[in-house]
């Protein structure tokens, strides 16, 4: 049975073959950086793809040709500043 994705926000879902999934981290205009919620989608959404049948292989890229440049400096800011986001 394959998994349900429905409820990520941050990350997309591609099946460009049978068997592959493509996870796809998505943040336009901020050069697909991660903030909290990605973060926590992020490593949440390996559960999920270990239960689907229907993959095999994980394709793990950007949206819009960038992979990533990291943490969101706004989410980075909190976590210098404060112990509890860390």
């Keep these: ?19 592959i ?3 796809i981290l998505s943040n336009p205009g901020k050069l ?3 903030d909290e919620n990605g973060h926590r989608e992020l490593s949440e ?4 793809i270990d ?3 229907e993959t ?5 890229r950007g949206d819009g040709g960038k992979f990533s440049a ?6 980075i800011e909190n ?3 404060d112990w509890r986001p860390r």
């Design 1 to 19: 049975m394959p998994a349900d994705y429905s409820a990520y926000k941050v990350l997309k879902f591609n099946r460009p073959e049978p068997g």
């Design 21 to 23: 999934l493509e996870v």
């Design 32 to 34: 697909n950086s991660l």
């Design 45 to 48: 959404v390996w559960r999920d």
């Design 51 to 53: 239960k689907d049948e």
């Design 56 to 60: 095999s292989a994980v394709l793990l």
């Design 70 to 75: 990291g943490g969101d400096l706004k989410m």
């Design 79 to 81: 976590m210098a500043d």
